[in-house]
């Protein structure tokens, strides 16, 4: 198994440009998770996808970010444009959902995004 | 009200010395509860889940009480590989929903 994989691990970007994080969710999870986190706010999640729809995105900052997941084994995270404030680790997640269960977590490494 | 609140810490304790985490949650519609660990600069893993009978794995005890809305973790036994950062989790939404996690608790064990 080779866990959720994210890519970039690191992003050093100039304030204004776009940056697309990505991730790959364990396979025959069928829900996924993205998640910021820093020191003072600790981890929030921005957006979830349930069988690759979205269910909440009440999470995600503005309208400056967006996630897609066009297919069960991709999902993206877009800033555009960006900014400082946007400096932070970005986690992707993943779980099995089914029946009345609720099972925990998988996390990928995370993508440490630094913005100047 | 946060939802999931925890004393940040940090915690500094001796090897060997028994260490207690609380954890509250304010949504009493939760019904599963985990603790997490984070080591500095990785992703946060499943510690254990929490059980309302309670339960142990080894030298760590989780605890529930859903009607005080309170969760505990004690360690037993402490070594220095247990010092990280320990997250308390609570879902929301039922068995479709998302996790919720509390800023953490640090935790540095020393010789």
């Known amino acids: 198994d080779a866990g959720v994989i994210q890519s970039p691990r690191h992003e050093v970007t100039e304030m204004g440009q776009e940056v697309t994080l990505r991730c790959k969710p364990i396979?025959?999870?069928?829900?996924l998770f993205w998640y910021r986190q820093t020191m003072m706010r600790g981890l929030e999640l921005l957006i979830y996808f349930n069988n690759n729809v979205p269910i909440d995105d009440s999470g995600m900052p503005e309208d400056r970010f967006s996630a897609k997941m066009p297919n069960a084994s991709f999902s993206t995270l877009k800033i555009q444009p960006s900014e400082p404030r946007d400096s932070a680790v970005y986690f992707c997640a993943s779980r099995r959902v089914g029946g009345q269960a609720f099972y925990g977590y998988t996390f990928g490494s995370g993508t440490r995004l630094t913005v100047v | 009200r946060k939802e999931v609140e925890q004393d940040p810490g940090p915690f500094n304790v001796p090897e060997g010395a028994t260490v207690a985490f609380n954890c509250t949650y304010s949504n009493s519609a939760s019904q599963s509860f985990f603790w997490y660990r984070q080591d500095c600069r990785k992703e946060p893993k499943l510690l254990m889940s929490?059980?309302?009978s309670g339960n142990e794995d080894g030298r760590f005890t989780a605890q529930l009480n859903r009607a005080s809305q309170y969760i505990s973790l004690l360690i037993r036994d402490s070594k220095l590989s247990d010092s990280a950062t320990y997250l308390c989790?609570?879902?929301?939404?039922?068995?479709?929903?998302?996790?919720?996690f509390g800023k953490g608790t640090k935790l540095s064990v020393k010789p």
């Open positions: 396979s025959g999870h069928n829900s």
């Open positions: 989790v609570v879902n929301h939404g039922g068995s479709q929903g998302n996790l919720i």
């Open positions: 929490v059980y309302s």
